[in-house]
């Protein structure tokens, strides 16, 4: 998920990059949309559109708690199956 917001963000398509953050990886929007708000400051565009201020006032939060527990419990899996792996072994040796 990070190489594809990655190569957004290299393409400068902030919008897709934040929409795609929304969805997939949360934890990556509060360091895309100010990317995104200063893009379109950049260009001069006149407004912002109701996308980045809803995107921000929105439940960003829980939406990050959730992925980050769920990313939190995807690297435990692996240490729990290890130490379970060397426990089996340690039966056998």
């Known amino acids: ?48 559109p109701d996308d980045i201020t809803q995107m921000q006032a929105e439940s960003v939060r829980s939406e990050m708690a959730k992925e980050l527990e769920l990313r939190k419990q995807l690297y435990e899996q692996p240490k729990e199956a290890a130490s379970k792996i060397a426990q089996v072994k340690q039966m056998f040796d």
């Open 1 to 48: 998920m990070d190489s594809c917001i990655d190569i957004l963000v290299a393409a400068k398509r902030m919008a897709e990059a934040a929409i795609f953050a929304r969805a997939y990886a949360p934890s990556r929007l509060p360091e895309l949309l100010p990317k995104w708000s200063a893009m379109l400051k950049e260009q001069n565009f006149p407004f912002q």
